[in-house]
Nanobody
Framework: QVQLVESGGGLVQTGGSLRLSCSAS????????MGWFRQAPGKEREFVAA????????YYADSVKGRFSISRDNAKNTVYLQMNSLKPEDTAVYYC?????????????????WGQGTQVTVSS
């Protein structure tokens, strides 16, 4: 089992940047693929990005491709989401998630563990 804690959210102006972090408990972090999702008020939780166990493969939603970058440091049990060129439509609660798989899960039901979320607000 793994526990996830997100941090780094906040208020930023359009065009600004934020880096989210997700710290995981336990000593087997590198057996989990990691993902970032987001949920805006009144909307379903949506996929943002995923990274494989080793960090060698990544996948992004079309809406964030070229602006967001996911990375991980297995020695620190941490996954990151660097968000650049932020837009008001990026405003949401951002969640990290973990799944014990070799692939790149992209749906909520594939992930077994979730953090509590961190709010990102982009002002226009």
């Amino acid at each position: 089992q793994v526990q996830l804690v997100e941090s780094g959210g906040g208020l930023v102006q359009t065009g600004g940047s934020l880096r989210l972090s997700c710290s995981a408990s336990g000593r087997t972090f590198n057996i989990y693929a990691m993902g970032w999702f987001r949920q805006a008020p009144g909307k379903e939780r949506e996929f943002v990005a995923a990274i494989s166990r080793s960090g060698g493969s990544t996948y992004y939603a079309d809406s964030v491709k070229g602006r967001f970058s996911i990375s991980r440091d297995n020695a620190k049990n941490t996954v990151y989401l660097q968000m650049n060129s932020l837009k008001p439509e990026d405003t949401a609660v951002y969640y990290c998630a973990a799944d014990r798989t070799f692939g790149l899960p992209r749906t909520t039901y594939e992930y077994d563990y979730w953090g509590q979320g961190t709010q990102v607000t982009v002002s226009s």
